[in-house]
């Protein structure tokens, strides 16, 4: 349970808010690349942390964010038009380069005032399918812009999708640091024979909610990092003495101020929550593998493949109590947990019937919330740091790196208990280690600590100077090809 205050602290982000002050030390996704398709596509108007913007790609390529309103007079940008290597302004004719530089004035023919003013505008990256921007304050300098694996995936091995949803962005973003709602929210594509409470495993290579266990009271292990925390979900089955043990462990890295990385068995799926304002969330998900992906599966498992529900022009859920979301209440009688279709449909739908900002003050955590009591601990941690002048967290650390061209990284992570032995011994996970390249090398290496990699045990000592020494490219033929499939492989899968 938080208090009012820090409820409010947590969730607003306008420019004078401690949040606010948070957020705009990092860059920001503001737009996906192919919604500006083409030089001189139509002008995009976003709205960022609160901040009105247009976004439009020049004749030449290059995209600039400028703020919306024109300096002239205020006109919207977003109703200009996109022509000769820059935007102009409907209203009067100004006509404003991507870095703001004012190339004509039609109604005003003196050329000193064009060398006086600019439109404000910030700074611009287009990285990983992606366009960023930093809103930065005066006297600020500039955020480091991180570098995440999918930047570095061949562009066809890679998939970003953005889904627009009228929900503060801290609902949603504590939906990926709780991983006990993936067995039940997510029942059809987590345990998919849940009907008739058979252990069927989902088979679809894409899917993030891929559990290979039906235990939904995972236990907890969360560790804080430089770019914030990461915990590992894990689950049991009963042995054959009819004991409980750990047969299953899914790590998920959460990055401030609102990244997570989930692990698909194919691939993993880097999750933005990018706050519009403090009721819009615009969600980025960037989804890349060994293999190209699977769109049609994707955007099932996902359930954006229904334009009554997701619209891919404006990308847009159009989903609200107006439409009761969409559920499905015949289904959820015979065949589906929830009526909603899938994956990220859920998702917002629960974050969504929250309702815009969800008071805190009335919840009750129990000790499934672990690692969403750490999250907030984690930002209410960047807000005193960028209180005291100093960096709030991973605004200059460098990103967990997970590849998807054959090479891979892997989390690594010290547990106060001693790994499970089931772990240590399964076959695969030594298979997955040698995959994992040379980024087992690690503190917990140096200090012989346990380690894990992305989800599963990293083998013994031997074995990590092993990949450390010969890094080779990860098994193709495995299910969780990147070292880190986060679910009993396949030569325990039958024990
Ligand atoms: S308001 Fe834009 S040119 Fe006058
Ligand atoms: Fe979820």
């Known amino acids: 349970m938080l208090t009012h205050a820090e409820n409010e602290t947590l969730c607003r982000v306008g420019r004078d808010t401690p949040m606010g002050k948070v957020m705009r030390r990092y860059w920001h996704p503001i737009a996906a690349s192919d919604q500006l398709p083409t030089p001189d596509s139509d002008p995009l108007r976003v709205t960022l942390l609160g901040e009105k913007l247009v976004v439009f790609r020049d004749s030449a390529g290059k995209v600039g964010v400028l703020e919306e309103n024109c300096m002239h007079r205020g006109a919207s940008l977003a109703l200009g038009r996109v022509e000769d290597g820059g935007i102009r302004c409907l209203y009067h004719g100004w006509k404003f380069g ?22 404000p505008c910030h700074p611009v990256r287009e990285e990983g399918g992606i366009i960023w921007t930093a809103l930065v304050s005066k006297g600020q300098q500039t955020p480091v812009f991180r570098r995440y694996s999918f930047m570095d995936t061949q562009p066809d091995h890679r998939l970003v999708l953005r889904i627009n949803v009228k929900a503060n962005y801290l609902q949603l973003w504590e939906g990926g ?6 067995g039940i929210l997510h029942s059809d594509a987590a345990r998919p024979g849940w009907l008739t409470d058979e252990a069927v495993r989902d088979d679809r290579a894409s899917n993030p909610a891929n559990l290979a266990v039906p235990d939904n009271a995972p236990t907890f292990e969360v560790e804080d990092t430089e ?8 689950r049991r089955l009963p042995g054959p ?10 790590v ?4 401030m101020p609102y990244v997570r990385i989930i692990p698909a068995p194919n691939s993993f799926y880097h999750v933005f929550e990018v706050p519009e304002d403090d009721t819009s969330t615009a969600t980025y998900i ?4 060994y293999s190209k992906p699977n769109v049609r599966e994707i955007m099932k498992i996902l359930a954006l493949d229904d334009p009554r529900y997701y619209n891919p022009e404006t990308r847009d859920l159009l989903m609200s109590w107006d439409n009761q979301f969409g559920q499905d209440r015949k289904a959820m009688k015979s065949s589906h947990w929830t009526g909603l279709g899938g994956v990220e449909r859920e998702d ?5 019937s929250m309702g815009a900002i969800y008071d805190r003050t009335k919840e009750h955590l129990v000790a499934a919330d672990g690692a969403v009591m750490r999250l907030r601990r984690r930002l ?3 807000v005193r740091a960028v209180e005291a002048s100093e960096e709030p967290l991973g605004a200059r650390t460098r990103m967990p790196r997970f590849r998807g061209d054959g090479r891979t990284s892997a989390i690594t992570m010290k547990f106060r208990r001693r790994p499970p032995s089931d772990a240590r011994r399964c076959p695969t996970n030594r298979i997955a280690l040698r995959g994992a390249g040379r980024w087992p090398l690690c503190d917990a290496l140096r200090s012989r600590r346990a380690s894990w990699s992305h989800g599963q045990w990293a083998g013994g000592r031997s074995r990590r100077r092993e990949s450390i020494q010969r890094p080779v490219a990860g098994p193709r033929t495995l299910d969780h090809p990147f070292g880190g499939g986060y679910h009993r492989c396949r030569a325990c899968a039958g024990r």
Do not use: W
Request: charged share 20%; with cysteine; net charge neutral.
């Open 286 to 289: 960037v989804i890349h593998g």
């Open 241 to 250: 003495d009819g004991s409980l043990r750990v047969t299953n462990i899914r």
């Open 252 to 255: 998920v890295p959460l990055i």
């Open 98 to 119: 991507t870095d703001g530089t004012i190339q004509e004035t039609p109604n005003n023919p003196d050329p000193r005032l064009r060398q006086r003013l600019k439109q």
């Open 348 to 352: 917002a739908a629960v974050s969504l």
């Open 380 to 382: 209410l941690d960047c």
């Open 227 to 234: 770019y914030g925390f990461h915990y590992a979900a894990m």
């Open 177 to 182: 640091a709780d991983s006990s709602h993936v």
